[in-house]
Nanobody
């Protein structure tokens, strides 16, 4: 019912910046949260950042102060701005949409985009 597509990943130098995008195929008026997760080789998937329907944002301690999650509601898009990147940020980043009620109620994931921080 809803498809998500991430974009913006790539190779970046330590200390650099990158912005990821997650675009939904359908306008969602009522949702619980949109979140960014990441999974590095040999590690479990971890929650990076979330934005809720009222605009509240939360972050993992490891990225707080460096990453910013935001919304462009009219374009059905959520962004993750990543600054001061370090090699430990290297991972596949995926977005997750949780819809509370209605026709599109459910839990949706995008295929992910690779972020590599390396010299």
């Amino acid at each position: 019912q809803v498809q998500l597509l991430e974009s913006g990943g790539g190779l970046v130098q330590p200390g650099g910046s990158l912005t990821l995008s997650c675009e939904a195929s359908t306008t969602i008026s009522d949702f619980n949260a949109v979140s960014w997760h990441r999974q590095a080789p040999g590690k479990e998937r971890e929650l990076v950042a979330s934005i809720f329907t009222g605009g509240t944002r939360t972050y993992a301690d490891s990225v707080k102060g460096r990453f910013t999650i935001s919304r462009e509601i009219a374009e059905n898009t959520v962004y993750l701005r990543m600054n001061s990147l370090i090699p430990e940020d290297t991972a596949v980043y995926s977005c997750n949409l949780r819809v509370q009620t209605g026709l599109y109620k459910g839990d949706y994931w995008g295929p992910g985009t690779q972020v590599t921080v390396s010299s």
